[in-house]
């Protein structure tokens, strides 16, 4: 099984390597390794994580080979758009500007949103997915995600293990978070793990730092997904080997947020994901989608300060009504407004990695594959031990928990590929 593809060093400039997959050229950031030209190297997330030797190098390209440009060929074919006459006018207009490269503005962002037409949903989904072939190609990161502690301390009124829940509690501790690691980064082959939990204090700094520190010995881009926390924590991990960061702001309506999230400030989170940013974390950020009150404007305001935030990853998935939470008599949003909401975060943001997320598959069991059809260029897999999964339960139902870690892999793997998509890095 794999996840990522070793590609050649092509050249090295200022801490930026060039990394060469069969012709294709990504920059990633050469923080752990000091790489000279024609040395092969694993990357993701944009950072080099690892050298590996020339000759298991070569023999992986080798076998790759012929697969790869096969992928290639098939993503550009599915990615075509296609004549579509029935399109309203003022939709074609604005897709017109996107295929010019033109950035749209607020009012044309709107437009695309508001549209409830099935036929201009399809054009607005096949136009991003062109764009993201044409500016990004195949590639398509996929990350492990490890959910080590539902504790939190925070009362967030639609997550389902906010402190007030009465879901049942569990932390793994550090040496069975290393562990799971481990099992995913040498059996299952996963090249990048993200870290996540509640809210939990249990894990004071010098705990979080020496797990940091033992993951990081596995050669993996670390993810941490740990909340609020002061910047010198973040830092102190940062130091221990974490590289990326994800931290969704949830929401940019101000009111909305602090409704939502009592106790707590929009501000704040926005200044610590800035911090994060300045740090040199890889940051992956966004929101909820669908939350009840939540307007258009607000949702192209959201994507519109993921990109002022300077996103490496879009994160957003919609809102789930969870039972036991007081948004609980809630209605989640309708499949095609995420959709609408990838295609439109996938024009206004072209560099953009966009994360199609568990719980937009949660919502529609064939909706992973509409996100990537639509924009998206990432996925993760839950890696998290399967006495606990359940317990993580953020929103009910997660897709996936009903199956082994490796039956979603042999899924996803499939599906990237009947897609044409490739584990190469997307790059910087
Ligand atoms: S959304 Fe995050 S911070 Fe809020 S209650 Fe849930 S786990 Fe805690």
Redesign the pocket.
Known sequence: MCYAIPGRVAEVKDGVAVVDYFGEKRNVLCDFADVRKGEYVYAQGGVLISKIPEKEAVEILEAWKEKFFELKELDRTTSKIHENADASGNILQILQKVNRNQELGKKDALELLGTDDGEDIKLIMETANNVRQKDHDNACCVHGILEFSNY?T???MY?G???GSSVKRYRMTPEEIIDAARHASKELGFKALVLQS??DPWYDDEKLERIVREVRRLDVLIFVSI?MRPKETYKRLYDAGARAALLRFETSNKDLFEKL?PGTKLEDRVQLIRDLNDMGYVVATGFLTGLPGETNEDLVNNILLTKELGADMYSFGPFIPTDGTPLQSESKPDVDRVLKATALARFMDRKSKILVTTALETVDKGAKKKGLMSGGNSLMINITPSKYRDLYR?YPGKAGNDKKTEENINDTIELLYSLGRAPTDLGL
Do not use: A, L, P, Y
Request: glycine residues 16%.
């Open positions: 939190c925070q009362d967030c997550c293990i906010r402190k509640g809210e909340g999230r953020i």
